[in-house]
């Protein structure tokens, strides 16, 4: 176990040595992911399809991390407008909703909508909430319920794109489209399973107890199942189950890495204090982190000319009689 301790202090020094390269090569590969993910499912516009389009746009958001949800919505609404004017009317609007009316005062949490969208690709889309959940607060339900509506309306336009297209006028087209987005059952049961997740594994890693955070992350995996279960049954949605527990199961992995990394904590050395003031009774629980030293390498330098000499003495002690016979005078 020391080793994995070792290891996670020599990759946070690592990382504190080379943040901005890792950071580049980071928003670089989510970019390049996120323009694929979009470009191969709703490709309509031929004109930035191409994998070589992606690739720019990725180079250009790994120097500019800032403009990634923008480039990634321009791109998303080019595709759609060479799709249905209707349907793009209704994109453009929830972008608008979602950039003017929160993005707009946190601009950080920008990154979550992206990151449910390369989730629900990977088929972990419990990934996200339930991380953002050990490390924020539960306003991160917000871009997570954007995130997940905007990967529904993608993956609904790859598949019935043929019946947006085919209703009468751009109204009908408007009316149509944003009925089937509303309607979808499945979006609405896997936005309530994330609302109760992140509910679920904030409470408990706030709490005092020992092992918070793990339990706080197989809890929260089983209230999804339980939450997501319930809905299919209920409102009679299929939905794959298999897929449900691997992907819960790969979450809280990912889930418990990032608790090793991020809150790696000694409960066996933990220490309860008591005192007061005028006013109050004070009891604090203190648990120390997990530290360990990790072992610098020593490279001890042997100058040549040192080496030389050892090499000359060894030559002396094994032939004194020669050299002495060298050195005597004539």
Same mark, same amino acid.
């Given at each position: 176990?020391?080793?994995?301790?070792?290891?996670?202090?020599?990759?946070?020094?690592? +990382?504190?040595?080379?943040?901005?390269?890792?950071?580049?090569?980071?928003?670089?590969?989510?970019?390049?992911?996120?323009?694929?993910?979009? $470009?191969?499912?709703?490709? +309509?516009?031929?004109?930035?399809? $191409?994998?070589?389009?992606?690739?720019?746009?990725?180079?250009?958001?790994?120097?500019?991390?800032?403009?990634? #949800?923008?480039?990634?919505?321009?791109?998303?609404?080019?595709? @759609?407008?060479?799709?249905?004017?209707?349907?793009?009317?209704?994109?453009?609007?929830?972008?608008?909703?979602?950039?003017?009316? +929160?993005?707009?005062?946190?601009?950080? #949490?920008?990154?979550?909508?992206?990151?449910?969208?390369?989730?629900?690709?990977?088929?972990?889309?419990?990934?996200?909430?339930? =991380?953002?959940?050990?490390?924020?607060?539960?306003?991160?339900?917000?871009? !997570?319920?954007?995130?997940?509506?905007?990967?529904?309306? @993608?993956?609904?336009?790859?598949?019935?794109? #043929?019946?947006?297209?085919?209703?009468?006028?751009?109204?009908?087209?408007?009316?149509?489209?944003?009925?089937?987005?509303?309607? $979808?059952?499945?979006?609405?049961? +896997? !936005?309530?399973?994330?609302?109760?997740?992140?509910?679920?594994?904030?409470?408990?890693?706030?709490?005092?107890?020992?092992?918070?955070?793990?339990?706080?992350?197989? =809890?929260?995996?089983?209230?999804?199942?339980?939450?997501?279960?319930?809905?299919?049954?209920?409102?009679?949605?299929?939905?794959?189950?298999?897929?449900?527990?691997?992907? $819960?199961? !790969?979450?809280?992995?990912?889930?418990? @890495?990032?608790?090793?990394?991020?809150?790696?904590?000694?409960? =066996?050395?933990?220490?309860?204090?008591?005192?007061?003031?005028?006013?109050?009774?004070?009891?604090?629980?203190?648990?120390?982190?997990?530290?360990?030293?990790?072992?610098?390498?020593?490279?001890?330098?042997?100058?040549?000319?040192?080496?030389?000499?050892?090499?000359?003495?060894?030559?002396?002690?094994?032939?004194?009689?020669?050299?002495?016979?060298?050195?005597?005078?004539?």
């Amino acid at each position: 176990m020391s080793n994995l301790f070792v290891l996670k202090e020599q990759l946070q020094a690592f +990382y504190a040595r080379y943040s901005k390269e890792v950071d580049k090569i980071v928003h670089f590969l989510l970019a390049f992911i996120v323009f694929y993910l979009i $470009n191969s499912k709703i490709g +309509y516009m031929e004109a930035v399809s $191409n994998p070589i389009v992606a690739l720019i746009l990725a180079l250009i958001c790994a120097f500019l991390p800032g403009t990634l #949800t923008v480039l990634a919505a321009v791109l998303i609404l080019i595709h @759609i407008f060479a799709l249905s004017m209707g349907v793009m009317a209704v994109t453009a609007a929830l972008f608008a909703i979602m950039f003017i009316f +929160y993005f707009r005062f946190t601009p950080e #949490t920008s990154m979550i909508v992206l990151l449910v969208m390369v989730a629900y690709l990977f088929k972990i889309p419990f990934a996200v909430p339930i =991380s953002f959940a050990l490390m924020g607060t539960p306003s991160c339900i917000i871009p !997570i319920i954007f995130g997940t509506m905007i990967y529904s309306m @993608i993956s609904y336009l790859e598949t019935s794109a #043929t019946a947006v297209t085919g209703a009468s006028g751009m109204a009908g087209e408007i009316s149509l489209f944003a009925s089937r987005i509303l309607q $979808n059952k499945e979006m609405w049961i +896997y !936005i309530a399973s994330f609302v109760v997740a992140v509910l679920v594994v904030y409470t408990l890693r706030k709490s005092e107890f020992d092992q918070s955070w793990k339990i706080a992350v197989a =809890s929260g995996a089983v209230a999804d199942i339980i939450v997501i279960v319930a809905g299919s049954i209920v409102f009679s949605t299929p939905i794959d189950y298999v897929t449900l527990i691997f992907g $819960n199961m !790969i979450s809280v992995a990912l889930a418990l @890495i990032l608790e090793f990394f991020i809150f790696s904590v000694d409960y =066996s050395k933990a220490e309860k204090f008591q005192y007061e003031d005028d006013e109050y009774y004070y009891y604090v629980k203190a648990i120390p982190k997990v530290s360990v030293a990790v072992p610098e390498k020593r490279v001890k330098k042997i100058s040549r000319r040192k080496t030389d000499l050892r090499k000359h003495e060894s030559k002396s002690k094994e032939h004194p009689m020669k050299e002495s016979s060298e050195t005597s005078p004539a």
